[in-house]
């Protein structure tokens, strides 16, 4: 079930929010801060808020520990470590707002990633009642079982041949979305890692990367953009703590960007997914909007008429949030490159300490179809009602000049890249945990909607 309502959601409320929290200072003002410059770090992990006094060479490191009812039904302590974004993330921030120059580089001033491509990001994926019906070429896999999950949700959970230990895999590739090839890298690994981070599985053990190299690139446009991107996507894999150990490489006609991620696991460091009942909540940790954004920028980099046939402003696509950043002249679409280079991993972690009974991240069917694939696999008959939509600034109206709808944002199908987590938790934990990750992440979350019996 799916009532259309928007809430916009801006940066202004995230620094607003991160400032309001005692512990933590604004996201952006981190960038303040150059690598290297120390100062002491205390950390609690006595099962409190965890609260630090400092930073040291830009990184925050928490621990929390709560209870997880183990095979014999007691419970044990189980530290997880939480990592603060103003940290490893800064260095995509810091990119994301010195914005990308072609020249720097060696490459013409009008080169433009997105142009060795037709198609963006998750937008590429087969629409998704098509693919239900291909799928059927499998024969009648159930999606979930006892004690694995097959085809249908965000990474397969297979039994291994070593008792107590399973496999959890995932991949994913698609096309250029943004034009700086570094911040392509990020968001190719944070989009793969969090098909893991969906099932609850916050550790990877490795990573592969899947790239094919567009033929049109000329030798020093290869170089420049495969070494970008394997860098960024070598940063995003280390900040997740895992590494790149592999992968492959193949000429493409266009510009293809992927990977996968692999996690061995024991039952406990997996979220049962299936377990949504009547009553709970449904918590989405980032806006939508992604598809509109992007498109909009690019609408305004190749100059094709797009923005003056719909009567839209240039400067509230290319807005001036200066007062929120270390640097000026930063564009809107920067919010959701941040949010595409961000993980889910503390919201995986998270996600586990409070005992959501459902998960899944949004991307390429947009919020509406990821929400129905997570919605047929519940042991209890339920609906998933979505009565409110976060939306990046601006790309609200974007949308609605667009027909009323541009690419069926308000439908509930636009497609996401690197998008948030959608989780089902008992009301009485649901704001402890947007309480929790809002601390550790500085940025929103948003109560969308609830469960009703079907």
């Given amino acids: 079930m799916f009532r259309e309502l928007t809430n916009t959601y801006n940066i202004r409320q995230a620094v607003a929010l991160a400032r309001a929290r005692e512990d933590f200072?604004?996201?952006?003002?981190?960038?303040?801060?150059?690598?290297?410059?120390?100062?002491?770090?205390?950390?609690?992990?006595?099962?409190?808020?965890?609260?630090?006094?400092?930073?040291?060479?830009?990184?925050?490191?928490?621990?929390?520990?709560?209870?997880i009812p183990s095979v014999n039904s007691t419970s044990e302590s189980i530290y997880l470590r939480m990592e603060s974004p103003y940290a490893s993330h800064a260095s995509a921030v810091a990119r994301i707002l010195k914005t990308f120059i072609p020249q720097d580089y060696g490459?013409?001033?009008?080169?433009?990633?997105?142009?060795?491509?037709?198609?963006?990001?998750?937008?590429?994926?087969?629409?998704?009642?098509i693919l239900?019906?291909?799928?059927?070429?499998?024969?009648?896999?159930?999606?979930?079982?006892?004690?694995?999950?097959?085809?249908?949700?965000?990474?397969c959970v297979v039994p291994t041949r070593h008792p107590g230990l399973k496999l959890v895999q995932t991949t994913d590739f698609f096309y250029p979305l943004v034009d700086d090839p570094y911040i392509m890298g990020r968001i190719t690994a944070a989009n793969v890692l969090s098909d893991l981070y969906a099932m609850g599985v916050s550790e990877c053990d490795n990573m592969l990367m899947l790239l094919g190299v567009c033929n049109d690139f000329n030798d020093v446009e290869r170089d420049v953009i495969v070494k970008?991107?394997?860098?960024?996507?070598?940063?995003?894999?280390?900040?997740?703590?895992?590494?790149?150990?592999?992968?492959?490489?193949?000429?493409?006609?266009?510009?293809?960007l992927g990977g996968v991620a692999t996690s061995v696991?024991?039952?406990?460091?997996?979220?049962?997914?299936?377990?949504?009942?009547?009553g709970d909540v449904l918590i989405l940790t980032k806006p939508l909007g992604?598809?509109?954004?992007?498109?909009?920028?690019?609408?305004?980099?190749?100059?094709?008429?797009?923005?003056?046939?719909?009567?839209?402003?240039?400067?509230?696509?290319?807005?001036?949030?200066h007062q929120f950043f270390v640097r000026?002249?930063?564009?809107?679409?920067?919010q959701a490159m941040e949010q595409m280079c961000r993980l889910n991993r503390n919201a995986a972690i998270l996600a586990r300490k409070y005992r959501a009974h459902a998960c899944t991240d949004v991307t390429g069917f947009g919020i509406l179809g990821h929400a129905d694939n997570l919605a047929r696999v519940q042991r209890n008959n339920v609906q998933f009602v979505i009565d409110s939509l976060p939306v990046i600034e601006y790309t609200e109206e974007i949308a609605r000049a667009m027909n009323g709808n541009g690419f069926n944002l308000f439908g509930?199908?636009?497609?996401?890249?690197?998008?948030?987590?959608l989780l089902a938790l008992p009301e009485e934990r649901a704001e402890d945990f947007r309480a929790e990750l809002e601390s550790v992440d500085g940025f929103p979350t948003f109560l969308i909607g609830q469960l009703q019996l079907s």
């Fill in 412 to 421: 509930g199908t636009s497609a996401e890249t690197s998008g948030g987590l």
């Fill in 328 to 334: 000026a002249n930063t564009y809107a679409a920067q």
């Fill in 132 to 155: 239900l019906n291909l799928l059927k070429a499998f024969g009648n896999i159930p999606t979930m079982s006892h004690d694995e999950v097959g085809i249908g949700l965000d990474s």
């Fill in 290 to 321: 992604g598809q509109v954004s992007v498109n909009s920028y690019e609408w305004l980099q190749t100059n094709n008429g797009r923005v003056k046939e719909l009567h839209l402003d240039p400067k509230k696509i290319l807005r001036l949030a």
């Fill in 228 to 256: 970008e991107f394997i860098k960024g996507f070598k940063d995003a894999a280390a900040q997740a703590g895992t590494e790149v150990r592999g992968g492959q490489t193949v000429k493409c006609p266009w510009l293809l």
């Fill in 265 to 278: 696991c024991t039952d406990r460091e997996i979220l049962k997914v299936d377990r949504a009942k009547p």
């Fill in 107 to 129: 490459l013409h001033p009008l080169f433009l990633l997105q142009n060795f491509t037709q198609m963006k990001g998750c937008g590429c994926k087969v629409p998704r009642p």
């Fill in 25 to 67: 200072t604004s996201y952006f003002e981190r960038l303040a801060f150059t690598p290297g410059h120390e100062l002491s770090t205390n950390v609690v992990t006595e099962g409190k808020r965890p609260r630090s006094t400092g930073y040291e060479e830009f990184r925050r490191v928490f621990f929390i520990v709560f209870s």
